[in-house]
Every structure is written in C-alpha cells, then in structure tokens.
C-alpha cells in the first residue's frame, strides 16, 4: 500500500513537477488534490520542456494514471487548453481521471477575482486573477458547480441562479460592473460536458482500490507549505490545503494509507506574489539567483522574489507535514558563490527565534540570523552520485539536512529528468 505525498516545504515553486515526474515512471497514479491553474510546474524531458498548470505532472509518463482529486477547482477551457497542448506535441492525454466531486471555476468566479482583487489597492494579497479563491468561497457556501452538476441541466441551473443573486447585486452596486446572465452561464458550462464526460470518474473509489491492490499512488500538491489556507502565511495565501493533510481531503485518502511524506525544498528561496519574505535579497545577490535559476513564475509569468535558505520555514514545513524526506532542487543555481549565506533563526524585537512565530506580526518583523557556509565553484550538472559532487556542496546539503528535520533524499543538479542525485529510493 504504498501512497507517497510529494508537497512544496516552502511557498511553492520548488521543483514539484520534476520530482513528480521523477516518479512517475515507477509509480501507478498521480494525483492533484487541490489548487488549480494557479498552480505551475515546468518538466523537461530530454530537450522538450512541458508547462503544466492544472494537470498533474505524471501525464507525461505514458504507463501512469493522472488524476484531478476532488479538492482540485477546474477551469474547463484551461483544461481543454492544455490537453490540446499536450497531445499536438505527442502525449497521449486519455488516461487522465477526473473527480466528479471537483468544483468548477465558473466565468464570474474569475469575473469577481479580477474586480476584488482591483478594488483592494495597495492592500491586495496578489491573487493570479484565475477565480482559484471565489470558486472555494463558494464551496464552502455550498453555492458551488461541480463536474456532475453538469449532467444535470435543472440542478445547475438552479446553482448557478443562487450563485448569481448575491454576486450580481455585488458586481453591480459595489464595483459598478454589469449583471451576469444566468442562462448564458448555464449555456457556456454545458458545452464542456460532452467533452468532460470520458475523464469523469469515481476517483476516491479508484484510488482506494488501487491501494488496495498495492498499486503506488503518488499524491501531488500544488503550491507550497507557507500557502497552505491554514498553515501558512496568512492571508498571504492560497485558498486551500498544500500541506499532507490536504491529499487525504482532496483525494478521499485515510491517512493511514500514507506511508511517506516528501517535501521539496530549493536549495535557497523564492516566492510569488505579496506577504512577508525573512531571506528576501535586493541586491546584485537576489538578481544573480533570479537570473541564473530562471526564476519567473510558469503560471503567474512574475519574477518570483528571490533569497537565502531559510531553514526555520524548512523545520516549520517538516513538522506540519510530518515529512519523511526532502527533496532538494536547484543546488545547481548555487554554483560559482564563494560564501553562501544560510537563514539558521530570526531575530525578532531584539530576541533569537529559533521556530517560525505563530504571529503573523512577529512573522513580518522578523530579522534573519545567518550563517554562512563556503560556496563551491565545480560545474556539478554531470554529478550522478553524492560523492560526485564537490566537498563544500557536500557540506552544504548535509547542514541543510541537519538544519531542518529530515533526511535529504535526492539533489536535482540541473533541469533535465536525468539531473538529479538518488540518495535514498522514495519507493
């Protein structure tokens, strides 16, 4: 019964999507079970690089089963986007499994993030405009469409009209915004129906069957630890569940099914969007890993805000997800520094703290404590084993290590699939 959670340990974009595909050629399923196209992973494969922002990474591997959970919200035409995308360049697409309990990113979801988002100013959380937030709002209002509202034309009629009377009179009378035509909305999701139908599937069903059947399931978050709705750094944050306990809601997983937790840390730390940031560089430092880890953002297209390592969100991350194992990506970017900077605790009003502070006031006033480790100058792309790599390198990744929790288990050297260093097999 072997199912792995494979999650970001800090605010996302830490590789997820090469470590998934890492696996995905050895594992049976890989599951979405939250976020949307709000979430990016890029994987390359040989000389092709694939963007993938709401389908899960293992699509690209042709003996796996891609399945969208039900805590997943689904754009459709983004969906239909990528799949077209996907099978133009050659990838068979048709084994995708999609979870009729999945909410749908309706047209004035996206409508009211947009015009929400504006109308905060300088107070804005920076939300990527995808509808990814109202669509859970509306969850939990129990005012949401889901992919089995679609096959039955009354019930989604009368969704979509409960929705509508409070965001229209929303739209109208506070943004000055027109009316949304119910019809026109029932008319728009239908014609995804027929499309939808052959991926529509019982997914909590499938999966605990094929655990069962001691199938490898491999769960798949979106976004990262520091974005989860609860854990992370509120309300600077994702609408849903990053973290282990959001594969078990969003996959219709118990938790004792779950035998091992990874988390994937880059071997220093980026973000996206607003909200506090402890090892955020604004010098030549920050450009130089911005530049040379191609930090832009594969879904949001923004320069993610670039920093040192942070190890006390790496602890944080390792303790509310219970890890078993890091996976660190990027070290390659860290090559050619002759010191290398490492965030070991926070200075906060005049005092050393050693573990993320619950307040989020103390979070944004919190000074990083560094220690520097000696940097290394080796090309260490063609390294395919940890000896291989240089002795500093070597330091660096074990005080990494010891610093935050868990072991490390692999090292991505470089982009490609085949660029990463195997300490301990995940399987």
């Known amino acids: 019964m072997p199912a792995l959670v494979l999650l970001g340990a800090q605010w996302g974009d830490e590789g997820k999507g090469k470590a998934t595909d890492l696996l995905g050629g050895s594992v049976d399923y890989v599951v979405r079970y939250q976020g949307g196209n709000n979430a990016g992973h890029t994987v390359v494969v040989g000389d092709q690089k694939y963007a993938l922002h709401l389908l899960p990474s293992g699509i690209l591997s042709p ?35 999609i979870s009729g309990n999945a909410h749908i990113i309706t047209p004035y979801n996206v409508t009211v993030d947009k015009v929400t988002e504006r109308f905060l100013g300088k107070r804005k959380i920076g939300t990527t405009g995808r509808g990814i937030g109202p669509t859970y709002a509306d969850k939990i209002n129990r005012v949401g469409i889901r992919v089995q509202d679609l096959y039955d034309e009354s019930i989604l009629t009368q969704k979509v009209e409960a929705a509508l009377d409070v965001k229209n009179q929303m739209l109208t009378k506070l943004y000055n915004r027109r009316a949304i035509a119910t019809g026109q909305v029932v008319e728009e999701l239908l014609g995804y129906a027929d499309k939808l139908a052959p991926y529509v599937a019982d997914t909590v069903l499938v999966l605990n069957q094929a655990l069962d059947d001691d199938k490898v399931v491999l769960f798949e978050g979106g976004q990262g630890t520091l974005l989860d709705i609860d854990h992370g750094t509120y309300p600077f944050v994702t609408s849903s569940n990053p973290t282990a306990g959001g594969a078990c809601t969003g996959a219709g997983v118990g938790p004792t099914k779950i035998s091992r937790v990874i988390g994937i840390l880059k071997a220093y730390t980026t973000r996206v969007g607003a909200g506090p940031f402890p090892t955020e560089l604004f010098d030549e ?57 490492v965030c070991v605790a926070y200075e906060i009003d005049g005092k050393r703290v050693e573990e993320l502070p619950y307040s989020q006031s103390d979070f944004h006033h919190a000074k990083p404590v560094y220690e520097t480790l000696p940097g290394w100058s080796e090309d260490i792309t063609k390294a395919k084993s940890f000896s291989d790599l240089p002795k500093n390198a070597q330091a660096y990744v074990k005080a990494l290590e010891e610093m935050s929790g868990a072991p490390i288990s692999a090292i991505g050297v470089g982009p490609g699939r085949d660029e990463t260093i195997e300490i301990n097999s995940f399987l």
């Open 285 to 341: 430092d920050g450009e130089a890993l911005r530049r040379i880890g191609g930090e832009r953002g594969v879904t949001t297209g923004r320069d993610r805000r670039c920093g040192w390592f942070d190890a006390v969100i790496a602890r944080y991350a390792t303790r509310v997800n219970g890890l078993t194992d890091f996976f660190l990506t990027k070290l390659d970017v860290l090559t050619g520094w002759e010191q290398i900077p």
């Open 63 to 97: 003996d796996c089963t891609p399945v969208i959970g039900n805590g997943v919200v689904v754009d459709p035409s983004v969906l239909f986007s990528e799949l077209s995308g996907l099978n133009e360049r050659g990838v068979d697409t048709s084994k995708l499994l």
